[in-house]
């Protein structure tokens, strides 16, 4: 195999974040800013051992909900010796235009996210966090150190504010909110509430306006 790849194919475990909320729950999230890195400590600087270019864009209305998608194309470049590499593609894309229950939001980050995203998966191609997509590394020690560390900085003051924030984009009241943390835990002070335990408020917020349609 080549050099290059077994270079690249090993994250960090500073560059691992377990995802917390959402369809990706309990999947990994490696930093954008490592691969970046990785990619200069193998290839070069970007732009002279390394390069992309954005290929095209494409907006898409989701009828279904008025909101837009914005779609990237990028071609990533290696060097190789004095050459540069074929164009190798990756996809991605974010919500240009998103909705909530305050109405419609632009995104100024879309394109940003999803050039980010697009060059992620370009990477793939040549290794970048390979041994995570394959199952290969041991998450599971990255995933409990991950764990110690949110446990030890969790604020549950402001996890609760941000509970508390989605629940009024959801039309739950905070009244409505204390009742359902009193229901589920049986614990009326927010100083009391575990990380695993606020995790939970924050799925039954989310799942709230689905339950009761």
């Known amino acids: 195999m080549d050099s290059r790849y077994i270079a690249v194919k090993t994250v960090p475990q500073s560059a691992l974040k377990v995802i917390d909320f959402g369809k990706l729950k309990g999947k990994y999230d490696i930093s954008p800013q490592w691969r970046w890195e990785i990619l200069t400590e193998t290839y070069g600087m970007c732009g002279i051992g390394w390069k992309f270019e954005v290929v095209s864009t494409q907006q ?16 990533l470049y290696i060097k190789d010796g004095d050459e540069w590499s074929e164009p190798i593609p990756g996809y991605g894309g974010d919500f240009l235009i998103y909705k909530d229950k305050n109405g419609f939001h632009g995104n100024d980050e879309a394109f940003k996210m999803a050039v980010t995203d697009a060059l992620g998966t370009a990477a793939k191609m040549i290794g970048v966090g390979a041994d995570v997509y394959r199952g290969l590394q041991d998450t599971k020690i990255n995933a409990a150190a991950e764990k110690e560390k949110k446990e030890k900085e969790f604020n549950p003051q402001n996890a609760y504010a941000i509970v508390l924030q989605t629940a009024g984009e959801h039309g739950i009241s905070s009244e409505q909110l204390n009742q359902q943390l009193t229901k589920m835990f049986g614990v009326g002070v927010i100083d009391n509430i575990t990380r695993n335990q606020m995790s939970k408020l924050y799925d039954w917020v989310k799942g709230y306006e689905v339950d009761n349609k």
């Open 60 to 75: 898409v209305p989701v009828e279904e909900t008025k909101e837009t998608m914005l779609y990237v194309l990028v071609n």
